[in-house]
């Protein structure tokens, strides 16, 4: 029978020659995976001072219901310390391979149609980086739904230097064709290319912009 990585902990601390390194992996070990079994992920946040500090984070519960957490979890390298922030306390956060940004998102509705504005004095939220590329910024909304408890998400756009932010779909509707055509009224290829439907997806759009869009120098 194979025997296991893991040290016996009566071979680490009662045989004759103690091994310090032998404990060190067997503390780190039980600290990972008792991270893991409270769903902590390996991650870091960002201060408001610019600096990056590595360790675990939590901002949700298991699936399936999931709930966002208004203030996320964090657990210091290190340190066994829990601390809890709200977008508003930090710049940002990773966790899992995820990144994310605080945004100062103000949400305007009328008549069933939406504007997302980057207004300093409003609330701040998190949103999710997938990219960041030629001036424009492609970010996923992620929200619970209300009937069901099931995460869900839809993606924002965001040109560098203009305060609106755009949404790219709607559901099972598929792209805001006519949103979209507003937003990137500056880029005739892009237009034609939304209103002809020769683009289906938000990446496609994302990815068409930094094709045919940039300004060459």
Known sequence: ??????????TVFMGKHFNPMLF?????NLLHL?????????GYIITLERDTLIGQVKDRSPEPFVELYARIRFKPEGRSSRWKYRPKDILGYGAGGRDYESVPLWEESSFFKFRYYLEPNAEKVFLMVLKRQGGLTYYLREFVQDDNSYLDFYPLFHREGYSEMVRVTQGVLGLKRKRLMEYFNDCDELVNALYNKELKEAHEVYNYYL???QETP
């Open 24 to 28: 060190l992996l067997l503390f780190w």
């Open 211 to 213: 094709e045919f869009c």
């Open 1 to 10: 029978m194979a025997k296991s990585l893991i040290p016996n902990c009566k």
């Open 34 to 42: 008792n991270a893991q079994k409270k769903g902590f992920e390996p």
